[in-house]
């Protein structure tokens, strides 16, 4: 299009082409109009130059929209990019402020203190500021605390280091004994060691001699008088029969077991020999270390390197498995924390010590030590319930708790894994040990090759008044004799359903081959 037809108004131009439209029609039609040959030419420019700009229109338009398809290509990523991110911000704001303001509302809570005299001089203080200064102070003093142990460990170690040092700078002596410091030391140490003959005891001072015996019978006297028991007429009354003795427990101690001391004394030389007492609880265990270590001395013990104990004799206080453990699970398994310490186990020979059970069940009435089942001093030994059920009891020995049906079962089981140990030892009765003391000690001296005294003391006194609270009220020899020495006080305690539950349950073989008979069944 020329300049002649862009600057005509649009109309003009209308009308031009519909003149040229009407020519060519004409034409085509074989009339020709006149039209000179400058209106041809500048018809044919214009349209030309339409054509030209409707090109350039179009290629202008693709070549925009291709560059921004490819500029918005190049930003869509880093665009998607920072959406994600800015959405992890965005988050991770909010999450920091919550926990903050959480923060401000614990502390605000637990700041808001109140600080006032205890002598209320000072007016009573409230608010976040009192809080927050106890607050401060109360950090500063955990530092400064800090600090102080810092520094006195470092102190207690460096203390420690030059210590060490100096002791490895320090040259070492070696000290050489001549043979008359040899001799001499030997002579003190016999010189420290009083035979136990020649020991003063309670029952050798003063000693009393109980001429009239007001009817009580002998055995019963010489018992009293070897506890240093002055035997009056009022004793005398209260004292048991020798005949109820015999009758419970017959005229002669039961010791098993005595086959194996010949296979004990082979296998062990003296001055590794030690005896002490085993058994369950309430069965005389400390009265018979108590009499071993006063009337038995094994010589060969006093310059042993294996054992040592404060007499010097060999008489141990328990097994160093530990007295009441059962031996199938405790020994050469379990060493005691008293007395068991760098203990040969095998070299130790136990006195096992067994107590008529209905007996022994009121023991565990008055001290049960580690023993727990159903039962009060209203209800005791309460072997069944109201239903005739057993009563489930709990043991608590060295290693752990066990469980039985009863004190009952307890017992027969305890005593049944004893029987059945092959290892050399003696088991008697606890009551040969009240009532035959002296020939049940000086069997067992003699089983493990000891030296047995000729003048014998029996402890008068309870054996287990140790200053222990578990043995407070345990019976002296007196309360003793009374105690075991009358059948009557065989069932105290006992229902006709516990009776009944022992007449059943009871080992049977236990209760005759160490003479216990039974009680009555009830009516």
Known sequence: MDRTSRDRPPSARHTSRLSSRLSSSHSRNGHRAPQDNHSNSSLKSSRENRRQSKRTTRSNSDTSHSRRSSNGSKKTQPAERSGSGGNFARWTITVVMFLAIADLIVLWTSID???GDQNGDMPHQTGPEVGLHQLTEKRTTDIQFQLMNDIARKQQEQAKQEHEQAKQQRPKKRRTRSESDIRRIDEERRRRYVPIDKVKNVAKVNKVKNTDTFGVNEHIVKILTAANIKLDEELASQLPTWDDIVSMYGDKPIIHGLETCQTYRDTVVPADRMLGPAGIFNTGTN???ELMKANCNIKE???????????????????????????????????????GEGINQTAFFPVVMIKDFYHWAGSQCRHSYTTWWDHDEDRCPNLVNAYNHPSRTAVRFGRGTQYYDSILDLWNKYYQEWEEQTFPHLTTRYEDLLFHGEEVTKIACDCVGGAFTTNFAYVEGSAKENGLPIHNGANGLIKALLQYGKSANRLSGFTDRDRLYASKTLDSDLVNRYGYSAPPLPT
């Not at 141990?316 to 007395?339: E, I, L, M």
């Open 113 to 115: 203190a109140t600080i």
């Open 287 to 289: 009265l018979l270390f």
């Open 301 to 339: 013990a006093r310059t042993s390197t294996t054992h040592r104990e404060p007499h010097r004799n060999g008489m141990r206080f328990q097994p160093p498995w530990g007295k009441h453990n059962p031996p199938s699970n405790y020994r050469d398994q379990h060493v005691a924390k008293f007395w």
